[in-house]
């Protein structure tokens, strides 16, 4: 991976890229620095307080990178903007209009992603009218003697201007930079948080010698588990394909062997993501609604809570449903078959066409089955894990580690696959 990235900072554009989308990373964390309207430090307490229950609040502060827990701009972080995108994803499958809107091209595309940026500010103004309800009702808002109202409104139009600001940013980094821009955002938030999540472990235990004890067994647990990650995610079945020869002029051509790669986790950690996003729903609606204190309402929400069955349950079926949806959505079999019909290329004792359509289509479908369960053991392991006392604080580590493992692997393909455009001789060789 380093040796990629050091003979990508040799080609200009690349390193162009590169330095735009460390720019990026950079104003994200600022902007998660910046503190909102109203907090205090008495705040921020109350604030960690409330986040120390774990689950969706825990996760929700990872991808924010601690922005959530400290009070600043960027609280929401990329959550509603990754939400608005599953919305319209599945509202361009269910709705016919928004379906022929997707398969116009370049200009229906710029039409969908208008949709999702319009969803994502709605989204937003909910989700920060929720956090200002929890917020209020804890006792976190100092307003002085200014009017309630008017703070709220200054509350909720600034965590909706920073989500916005995110949004805005991940596009960039789609435009101008390397990588993908949410990805990439839910990166530096996640790495930002590690160092403190492993010294918050060292801090459980009372002795010295205690202390490197569980700081060797993390470093080394984290390495295993990065090396299984890796392993995993670079997995593939590759399909053996014979391509036929031709005669062009006077010199022969194809005849040689070669193969259809097909990644284990093709997907990569986007139906995590997406899971994740949409299991913390019922918890926003139960920020917005504050129901009653052992009413029905609260036995309702009770049952998504993080240390319910029902949510962990709930994670795992997801996980495997995203990662069919993400594949639908990135994978065409028929095209795939169409592509090597005209390029003279056969799946051994499968016919051209429609029948290596049918050939492939039940491959991938098993191949994404045990991606998709790969995930969601690693989403759910650390949430069974996290009832043991001393292991609560890495009771985010495996889904941190999936997700930061994950993009580095993804980022490190794309600059590879712009090397190769660019028919960059040191790759090549």
């Not at 991976?1 to 950079?26: D, S």
């Not at 590690?194 to 060292?202: E, F, G, H, Q, T």
Request: proline share 5%.
């Amino acid at each position: 991976m380093f040796k990629t990235f050091k003979e990508a900072w040799k080609v200009t554009e690349l390193r162009n890229k590169i330095l735009f989308t460390l720019l990026i990373l950079v104003l994200f964390r600022i902007g998660c620095t910046i503190p909102v309207p109203f907090f205090d430090d008495s705040s921020i307490k109350v604030i960690n307080e409330l986040l120390g229950g774990g689950g969706s609040f825990s996760y929700l502060n990872m991808m924010s990178g601690s922005a959530l827990a400290n009070g600043t701009l960027f609280a929401l972080s990329i959550s509603p903007y990754i939400t608005a995108q599953i919305i319209i994803q599945l509202l361009t499958i269910a709705i016919p209009a928004l379906e022929r809107l997707s398969k116009e091209g370049e200009e229906g595309r710029r039409k969908i992603q208008s949709f999702t940026r319009y969803g994502t500010v709605i989204l937003a103004i909910i989700t920060s009218i929720g956090y200002y309800a929890l917020l209020n009702a804890n006792g976190v808002i100092n307003p002085g003697t200014l009017p309630k109202g008017f703070v709220a409104v200054v509350i909720v139009a600034t965590y909706t201007a920073g989500a916005s600001l995110v949004m805005w940013l991940a596009e960039k980094i789609n435009e101008h930079g390397i990588g993908n821009g949410i990805s990439l955002i839910l990166f530096a938030g996640i790495v930002s948080g590690i160092p403190y999540m492993i010294v918050n472990l060292a801090s459980q235990a009372e002795k010295l010698v205690f202390q490197i004890l569980i700081w060797v067994a993390t470093i080394v647990v984290f390495i295993l588990a990065i090396a299984f990650i890796v392993f995993v995610t670079e997995s593939e079945r590759r399909i053996p394909v014979q391509y036929s020869k031709k005669t062009v002029g006077r010199k022969m051509y194809g005849g040689q062997s070669s193969n259809l790669p097909i990644k284990l986790n093709m997907s990569g950690v986007m139906p995590f993501i997406f899971a994740q996003s949409i299991i913390s729903i019922p918890e926003t609606i139960r920020m917005i609604a504050q129901p009653k204190a052992g009413g029905g309402w609260e036995k309702f929400f009770n049952i998504f809570s993080p240390s319910s069955p029902v949510y962990i349950v709930l994670l795992f079926v997801l996980i495997i449903f995203f990662a069919y949806f993400y594949l639908a959505i990135s994978f065409n079999p028929v095209e795939v078959a169409n592509n090597l019909k005209k390029s003279g290329g056969t799946i051994f004792g499968i016919r051209p066409g429609k029948p290596t359509a049918d050939y492939i289509r039940p491959v991938v479908n098993r191949i994404t089955l045990i991606g998709a369960l790969f995930l969601s053991i690693i989403a759910i392991l650390p949430m069974i894990l996290s009832n043991i006392p001393v292991l609560s604080p890495v009771s985010l580590g495996g889904t941190s580690l999936l997700i930061a493992v994950g993009v580095a692997i993804e980022t490190e393909r794309e600059v590879e696959a712009q090397m190769a455009m660019r028919n960059f001789k040191g790759f090549l060789e």
